[in-house]
């Protein structure tokens, strides 16, 4: 069979992601399928149609990573752009369309009947070669195959069927989408693991990649990273929900990058929890550059009622560690939970002033996903009810707080110009600035040339 995978994303704030997730789904289709990959990134929708018209593919499968921006102020959904794709698709092609992806993956069923795709899968790729062989042999694939909703199947699954078979990453360096990302700033993308066993209230990681660790091994993992930097990349962004939610298997990581001989330097998302001591001077000795912290607050009432594993002198603590590793911190916050007062927030204001050499991204609204405690909150307090259509983002609205201006409004004031102080992702002019930057050979995130 002919397949065609595409990812559609195009957003550029912080910077345009290597469509990581499509490898995976890549890898999966036996041989004896011809596979191409269209990323909008770097084809146009001309060129799609060339593609289509060419190749005459029987299946396509699109990757939906992002559902929208996240942010309550200046809001953007990507749902339409989905959906005048798939009709772009259906009017010059009779293939079966299949969508899957994180996005997806929170609401699938309103994303299959809003797209009008003709499959959906629910969390891992991996069973994507299942569904092409599946299809191939005339079976009707959503009957057969857990975790694959069809139009007429009347199932409800709404939580990944983890995928505990093989898995194979199907990197090219002589792809034209990764030469896309090698030339522009040389970023690629890497996972160590699925899963997250946190139980944070607001999270939508755990339905997406499941509570529960997966754990990879460490030497393969970092024989996939060498096999990037020898592909040219010069920065590589762990994509796992929080690389030290497995504190030792973190380690065992860093540890095997070194002793392959990974040197290019590397980041990820990181829990602010207790950690050893010299936690992050073992991984800044193993290429750890950047430290991207989920913090959210700096008040131990709002920590709490999030049901953050640690608490502020956590934070403190580990804000310093990683200072004194001389690595480059940031601290993601997520203001106006339920919790949080005026008083919370200046609590974190205030703890924030005394962290140094950092940037603080900070992000005040908090959205509704379905499968979380949030959506319990929300639904007791009469903010949404069970019909309620959350493809389209909602923002929890906490009645101890005016609004969300006035959370914007204070961190602005506190913030008196600073430019570590930013407000949401920094908006589309930053991965304009960002983009220019790594067209020029700068590498990596960029957010470090904003501390202070
Ligand atoms: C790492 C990450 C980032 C990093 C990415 C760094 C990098 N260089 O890659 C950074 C910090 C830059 C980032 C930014 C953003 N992110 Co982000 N990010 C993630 C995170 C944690 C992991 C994504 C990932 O790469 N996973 C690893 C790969 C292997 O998994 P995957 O892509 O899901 O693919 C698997 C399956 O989904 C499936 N699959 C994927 N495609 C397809 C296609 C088909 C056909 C099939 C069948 C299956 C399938 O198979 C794959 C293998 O099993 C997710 C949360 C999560 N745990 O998923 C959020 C997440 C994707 N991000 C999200 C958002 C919103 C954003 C931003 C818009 C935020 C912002 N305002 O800045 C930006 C957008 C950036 C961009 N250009 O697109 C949301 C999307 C949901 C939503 N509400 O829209 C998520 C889900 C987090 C959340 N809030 O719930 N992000
Ligand atoms: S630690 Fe991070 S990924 Fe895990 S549940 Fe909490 S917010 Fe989600």
């Not at 792809?175 to 997250?196: D, P, T, V, W």
């Not at 392959?260 to 550059?289: H, M, N, R």
Request: glycine share 8%.
């Amino acid at each position: 069979m002919k397949i065609l995978l595409l990812s559609p994303n195009r957003v550029i704030t912080p910077y345009p992601v290597y469509p990581i997730g499509l490898d995976y789904v890549a890898g999966s289709i036996p041989t004896g399928h011809e596979v191409r990959v269209a990323d909008l990134n770097v084809t146009s929708l001309a060129a799609l149609d060339c593609l289509l018209a060419d190749f005459a593919p029987d299946i396509i499968g699109i990757s939906c990573r992002n559902l929208d921006n996240t942010e309550v102020a200046n809001s953007r959904s990507f749902i339409q752009e989905y959906t005048d794709l798939v009709s772009r698709l259906r009017s010059r092609s009779d293939a079966i369309i299949v969508i899957g992806g994180s996005g997806f993956s929170i609401m699938p069923r309103q994303m299959l009947s809003e797209l009008g795709a003709d499959y959906g899968m629910v969390g891992e790729g991996e069973r994507f070669g299942l569904l092409v062989e599946a299809i191939a042999a005339g079976k009707p694939p959503a009957e057969t195959i857990p975790g694959i909703i069809g139009q007429q199947t009347d199932d409800q699954i709404t939580t990944p069927v983890p995928w505990h078979g093989e898995q194979t990453r199907n990197f090219s360096k002589s792809s034209e989408h990764a030469g896309f990302y090698l030339e522009k700033g040389g970023m690629l993308n890497l996972q160590s693991k699925r899963g997250c066993s946190f139980k944070c209230i607001y999270c939508s990681y755990p339905a997406i990649e499941g509570a529960v660790h997966r754990l990879y091994v460490p030497e393969t993992v970092a024989e996939t990273a060498l096999r990037l930097q020898e592909a040219g990349a010069k920065y590589l962004f762990i994509t796992d929900s929080a690389f030290n939610s497995d504190i030792q298997h973190s380690l065992a990581v860093a540890r095997a990058f070194k002793e392959v001989g990974v040197t290019i330097p590397w980041g990820g998302f990181f829990a602010p929890v207790k950690l050893p001591q010299d936690y992050f001077s073992t991984l800044a000795e193993c290429g750890l550059s950047h430290v991207e912290f989920g913090t959210e607050s700096l008040s131990n009432t709002v920590l709490k009622s999030y049901r953050k594993p640690f608490r502020v002198s956590d934070v403190f603590t580990a804000h310093a560690q990683a200072r004194d590793a001389r690595l480059h911190v940031a601290h993601y916050f997520l203001l106006g939970g339920p919790g949080e007062t005026m008083e919370t927030l200046a609590e974190s204001l205030d703890n924030a002033e005394q962290l140094e050499k950092t940037v603080f991204f900070f992000f005040t609204g908090m959205r509704i996903y379905p499968q979380t405690a949030l959506y319990d909150i929300a639904l007791q307090e009469g903010l949404i009810t069970d019909t309620t259509d959350l493809l389209v983002p909602v923002f929890y609205h906490n009645p101890n707080i005016p609004d969300y201006q006035a959370i914007e409004d204070l961190v602005k004031e506190r913030a008196a110009g600073r430019i570590n102080w930013v407000v949401g992702s920094g908006e589309e002019q930053s991965g304009v600035t960002v983009t220019k930057l790594h067209e020029r050979g700068f590498v990596g995130p960029l957010w470090e040339y904003l501390a202070r």
